[in-house]
Each structure stands twice: as C-alpha cells, then as structure tokens.
C-alpha cells in the first residue's frame, strides 16, 4: 500500500479532525456515496493528503446535516447573550482592548475639534494638541 503524507497546513489538519468528528464512523465508501464524491477523493480528504474542496466541504455539511460554524470554528455559533461566557479572558482583554483604542481615538478626535472651533470663535487662540485623558486646553496669545 502506498502511504501518502500527510499536507502540512495546520487548516487543513483542523479541517480534517472536524470533518471526521462529523461522519462519526462512516467509511471512506459510505461518505462517498453520502456525498457523492470518488472513495479514494474522500480518503484523500480525510486522511489530511489533500486539501479539501469547498464543494466537499458544503456536500458534507448538507448530507450530515452538521452546524457549519461547528465545522468552521470548532463550536457552534453562541447567542449573542452567551458570546462573553464563551469567549476566552484572552479573547475579552483582546476585543476590550481594541475598543478601547477605538473610544481613545474618537476622544482625540472630538477634543481637536473642540479646540479648533473655540480656537475660530475667539478669533485670537491657538489650538494646543492634547493627550489622552487631558482636558483641552486653548492658549490665548496677547
């Protein structure tokens, strides 16, 4: 028998793994006529030698009438109410972060305005850049 490896792309191993989590114990042959692809394609697929094709993949999804966010993710896709018990602390410091980064900006971003338009009313000011977490400031020249 002639042994081929196995491609080394971590998608492609994952994909594998939850391929055969959903055909459970079905052979090479019984997912093949399930799915309608050539055995030795579906071994292919299975055993990690090939990558698989996005049409096996949905044809998989169809006949074992599997979740695709499970096939796609690991898990399934969680209401939104259950998102945040969910997520990893890795993950909730991650989209915190970048929240915040976002809120810090658009803080920025008000705060020149401000300083801008007071800078234009009093028709004698200079606009003063500030940090975060400052409050603005206009210096009046005279």
């Given amino acids: 028998?002639?042994?081929?490896?196995?491609?080394d792309d971590a998608f492609t191993r994952v994909m594998t793994e939850?391929?055969?989590?959903?055909?459970?114990?079905d052979s090479?042959?019984?997912?093949?006529?399930?799915?309608?692809f050539h055995p030795e394609t579906?071994?292919?697929?299975?055993?990690?030698?090939?990558?698989?094709?996005l049409e096996f993949v949905a044809s998989v999804v169809n006949e074992y009438d599997a979740d695709a966010s499970v096939l796609m993710r690991g898990h399934p896709?969680?209401?939104?109410e259950d998102s945040l018990r969910l997520a990893s602390t890795d993950d909730l410091f991650?989209?915190?972060s970048r929240r915040l980064a976002h809120v810090e900006g658009r803080?920025?971003?008000?705060?020149?305005?401000?300083?801008?338009?007071?800078?234009?009313?009093?028709?004698?000011?200079?606009v003063v850049t500030?940090?975060?977490?400052?409050?603005p400031s206009l210096s009046i020249q005279g």
């Fill in 1 to 7: 028998m002639n042994k081929q490896k196995q491609i």
């Fill in 18 to 25: 939850r391929l055969s989590n959903i055909t459970g114990d």
């Fill in 28 to 36: 090479f042959r019984a997912i093949a006529r399930r799915t309608g």
């Fill in 42 to 53: 579906v071994r292919r697929y299975m055993q990690g030698v090939s990558k698989q094709s």
């Fill in 77 to 80: 896709v969680a209401p939104s």
């Fill in 94 to 96: 991650a989209e915190l």
């Fill in 107 to 126: 803080i920025s971003s008000l705060a020149e305005f401000i300083q801008r338009a007071d800078s234009k009313s009093s028709g004698r000011g200079e």
């Fill in 130 to 135: 500030t940090q975060f977490g400052k409050r």
